[in-house]
């Protein structure tokens, strides 16, 4: 690991200066490159201010944190000293968009009297800052006042909580949330106040440039919404702790809060707090590849992480046990379940998840099986076949012996756990995700987080934690006839991906257009062409990898199979392309020496052209997979083409062949004596359309 780090106890340094106006104090802090300014004033109370070259990104915003006996962090606080730093190193990235992350930020740390002090980072594509404590005794944190004010009444895309009004409170009603919602674009003027809304959340600014609101480094400590305050501005709402909860909600696997108390957290004296952080692109694209969570995030705690393995898996629930001319019942069985397997096996498909439906139904006991599964013969079953099986679990039966169930079913061989019905974030549930990962991880298990929140940097503190759910995913298909997924799956990679890995179960064959869409409960689709749900298996960021449809689909779907069981679900490398918000998105990746690019579209009919000099493609053997001809109107419709020089012989040819892959253009450009070929490659993707290009080198 290379790194550079210097500090400077002074209170000017590197990438930071103090002038004093009046009473009042202020700091400076700059970016490495320069472009990003914040502004810190520090007088009655704690305000910050930032820049991007000329574009105001917000506008002065308080800071402070209340204590329980009244102590008001951040509010007529006294400057002891203040020092800068900087750092530049390069981070090693466990089961990740990318092998290494550059982490280069300049950080100004303002030490306060009273045991207290507040961080800030700027880095070049974005900011952040936390408080710090160091009090000998425990504290009770009331309220954390974070504001985010703006200069003028700018475009939000705003995810609000799925909650109607009814008997009782509302907010309250509200924080019991899936954190599954498409998302509301409106000026922040408009934005319902009564309404609260999770993050990740994007701001539309001036000159193009985009911000979106995020916080990492959640550890025992509720999570953040965000309302409309006062002005052209958005204030933090955090669940106050739960004082009475009730085993109740979906098949009795939840908790639900009955009465909470005053405060939001009970914390150690000595302690780092969230930061709370915002990213900011330039363009679009940029967004799509952004490591600002992960950099903020607690290192990894796991000395080793060899026994943990990535993977595609096999998943029963999506697709209702749907298996045809098998010869027997299909559903929860060790007939079907076996099927599973000798399909994953067949396909070196790592896993087979055995989802809601094992365990006797409201038992809330993982210790009661259905007498229709035998899970030690299962395990064996595909343990010969050289398959992993995971187990659905819900909240409440899995943290009500979670020792227990882990050793019980580690010594079995068990792989791994997906972990449902959480759909809380206030203090005592976010502490659960961390108990969780951490005692799975002691028996070699890994965990899928579903009914989550978004990531908030988990997954690099305990690695073993693959996925988080926390997504609109295209689980909504099954139920949803006023699904807007194709317009929403363009929106995905550059607000929710922001803040990490997601569990979106793409794989869907059939394929529906917009006007053939229905919500079919036992027998789902997707909608969008077959080629988008390939190039979904790019551009959404997965290490965990569900093949949501039926091995029987997938069996007349051969060619669509062996590519989604090609696929890595971790990378070397990751490179954004192109791409508008909402509009269509373009993603490289790279494993080895094999670069994956996936592009998607909107409704939108449109030409994409992909420089492919941007991620050094030197060599011409590819495979494309392309909307068809008729894709527009059979969604199902596409084609592979596997040679790039048939393409040059005959453009006209090919383009009639796939109505998708219009050209490829060589150029010569020379540069000294030096001969380079700068090639590209133009995709006509139809209405709801992908496509998928795999280069070798």
């Known amino acids: 690991m290379k790194k550079l780090v210097l500090l400077l106890a002074v209170i000017f340094g590197i990438g930071g200066m103090s002038c004093i106006y009046g009473k009042n104090k202020i700091y400076e802090l700059k970016s490495p490159n320069g472009n990003i300014e914040v502004t810190v004033n520090v007088g009655k109370e704690v305000k910050y201010s930032v820049k991007h070259n000329n574009t105001v990104v917000i506008t002065d915003s308080g800071i402070s944190m209340d204590l329980n006996d009244g102590t008001k962090l951040g509010l007529s606080g006294k400057v002891k000293n203040v020092e800068n730093k900087t750092v530049d190193e390069v981070l090693k990235a466990d089961f990740y968009k990318k092998k290494e992350v550059r982490n280069s930020y300049n950080e100004l740390i303002i030490n306060f009297k009273g045991n207290y002090k507040l961080t800030f980072r700027a880095f070049d594509d974005g900011v952040a800052y936390r408080f710090s404590t160091s009090f000998k005794n425990p504290i009770i944190i009331k309220k954390e006042n974070v504001n985010y004010c703006f200069d003028d009444d700018y475009v939000a895309y705003i995810p609000y909580v799925n909650a109607r009004?009814?008997?009782?409170?509302?907010?309250?009603?509200?924080?019991f949330t899936s954190f599954e919602s498409q998302y509301t674009v409106d000026s922040i003027s408009k934005m319902?106040?009564?309404?609260?809304?999770?993050?990740?959340?994007?701001?539309?600014?001036?000159?193009?440039?985009?911000?979106?609101?995020?916080?990492?480094?959640?550890?025992?400590?509720?999570?953040?919404?965000?309302?409309?305050?006062?002005?052209n501005s958005l204030e933090a709402?955090?669940?106050?702790?739960?004082?009475?909860?009730?085993?109740?909600?979906?098949?009795?696997?939840?908790?639900v809060v009955k009465e909470r108390e005053s405060f939001i957290a009970k914390v150690k004296g000595t302690r780092d707090f969230p930061w709370r952080a915002m990213v900011i692109s330039v363009n679009d694209a940029e967004l799509m590849n952004n490591d600002m969570v992960y950099k903020l995030a607690s290192p990894s705690r796991l000395k080793d992480v060899s026994w943990i393995k990535p993977g595609k898996v096999a998943w029963d629930w999506w697709n209702s046990w749907n298996l045809q001319d098998v010869g027997f019942d299909a559903g929860v069985n060790n007939e079907t379940y076996k099927?599973?397997?000798?399909?994953?096996?067949?396909?070196?498909?790592?896993?087979?998840?055995?989802?809601?439906?094992?365990?006797?139904?409201?038992?809330?006991?993982?210790?009661?099986?259905?007498?229709?599964?035998?899970?030690?013969?299962?395990v064996e079953y595909a343990k010969e076949r050289n398959v992993g099986l995971v187990l659905w679990a819900g909240y409440v039966a899995i943290d009500r012996d979670m020792k227990k169930v882990c050793e019980y079913y580690s010594d079995m061989g068990i792989k791994g756990f997906k972990v449902d019905f959480m759909d809380r974030d206030d203090q005592k549930v976010v502490d659960f995700?961390?108990?969780?990962?951490?005692?799975?991880?002691?028996?070699?298990?890994?965990?899928?987080?579903?009914?989550?929140?978004?990531?908030?940097?988990?997954?690099?503190?305990?690695?073993?934690?693959?996925?988080?759910?926390?997504?609109?995913?295209?689980?909504q298909s099954k139920w949803d006839n006023e699904l807007h997924q194709v317009d929403y799956e363009c929106m995905v990679p550059y607000i929710r991906m922001v803040a990490g890995n997601l569990d979106y179960t793409q794989g869907a064959m059939d394929n529906?257009?917009?006007?053939?869409?229905?919500?079919?409960?036992?027998?789902?689709?997707?909608q969008g062409t077959r080629c988008?749900?390939?190039?979904?298996?790019?551009?959404?960021?997965?290490?965990?990898?569900?093949?949501?449809?039926?091995?029987?689909?997938?069996?007349?779907?051969?060619?669509?199979?062996?590519?989604?069981?090609?696929?890595?679900t971790v990378w070397d490398e990751t490179m954004a392309l192109d791409g508008q918000l909402g509009e269509y998105a373009v993603i490289a990746r790279r494993m080895g020496g094999t670069w994956y690019i996936g592009a998607i579209t909107n409704w939108e009919p449109r030409t994409i052209t992909i420089d492919l000099t941007k991620i050094d493609a030197k060599s011409s053997e590819f495979t494309a997979y392309v909307d068809?001809?008729?894709?527009?109107?059979?969604?199902?419709?596409?084609?592979?083409?596997?040679?790039?020089?048939?393409?040059?012989?005959?453009?006209?040819?090919?383009?009639?062949?796939?109505?998708?892959?219009?050209?490829?253009?060589?150029?010569?450009?020379?540069?000294?004596?030096?001969?380079?070929?700068?090639?590209?490659i133009t995709l006509d993707l139809k209405s709801g359309g992908g496509a998928v290009i795999i280069l070798n080198k």
């Open 165 to 175: 009004k009814g008997d009782g409170d509302f907010l309250e009603q509200q924080f």
């Open 192 to 231: 319902d106040s009564e309404r609260i809304a999770f993050t990740p959340l994007l701001i539309c600014l001036k000159d193009g440039k985009k911000v979106v609101i995020v916080e990492s480094d959640l550890e025992d400590y509720p999570g953040t919404f965000f309302r409309k305050g006062k002005g």
């Open 237 to 255: 709402v955090q669940s106050t702790y739960p004082k009475y909860e009730e085993q109740g909600g979906h098949n009795m696997l939840q908790m």
């Open 339 to 378: 099927y599973y397997i000798d399909f994953a096996s067949k396909n070196g498909i790592e896993y087979v998840i055995l989802d809601e439906g094992w365990a006797i139904n409201k038992e809330a006991d993982l210790f009661a099986v259905v007498p229709e599964i035998d899970l030690k013969e299962l």
């Open 433 to 475: 995700y961390y108990r969780m990962a951490e005692m799975a991880a002691k028996y070699h298990l890994f965990i899928d987080f579903h009914g989550a929140y978004k990531p908030t940097g988990l997954s690099r503190t305990y690695p073993n934690v693959l996925n988080f759910e926390g997504v609109y995913g295209l689980e």
């Open 512 to 526: 529906a257009t917009r006007s053939m869409f229905k919500a079919i409960y036992d027998n789902p689709m997707s």
């Open 532 to 568: 988008r749900q390939l190039a979904e298996y790019v551009i959404f960021e997965s290490p965990f990898n569900m093949l949501c449809d039926s091995p029987t689909k997938y069996m007349k779907n051969q060619e669509c199979v062996d590519f989604i069981a090609s696929v890595p």
């Open 628 to 680: 068809g001809e008729y894709a527009d109107k059979e969604a199902t419709d596409y084609t592979v083409i596997k040679d790039i020089n048939e393409l040059n012989k005959d453009k006209k040819e090919a383009s009639m062949k796939s109505g998708a892959l219009i050209n490829v253009v060589t150029k010569n450009k020379a540069e000294k004596n030096d001969k380079k070929k700068d090639k590209t």
